[in-house]
């Protein structure tokens, strides 16, 4: 499943996960520059993921697309 990540749009430092047809499944959060989180809705496949600690906004795209076994990118409009 591929997931889009969207910045939050009255939250800095948070981005918004979805699939393609715009199904909530978590949130991305910056805790410090070098600190993100996923924080996975529970009803969602990203919900089955390991909770980490990553060091960059691209390491935990890359560990959200090997868990979901398909893309994950920034949505169109923030490229």
Do not use: Y
Not at 26 to 44: C, K, M, R, W, Y
Request: glycine share 8%; hydrophobic share 40%; charged share 20%.
């Amino acid at each position: 499943m591929d997931v889009v990540v969207t910045p939050a749009e009255f939250k800095p430092g948070t981005w918004m996960l979805s699939d393609r047809l715009r199904r909530p499944l978590g949130t991305i959060t910056e805790v410090s520059p070098s600190l993100f989180t996923i924080q996975a809705d529970g009803n969602s496949r990203l919900a089955g993921m390991e909770a980490a600690n990553f060091v960059s906004l691209g390491s935990v795209m890359s560990a959200i697309a090997k868990h979901m076994k398909g893309e994950c990118q920034l949505s169109s409009g923030n490229l």
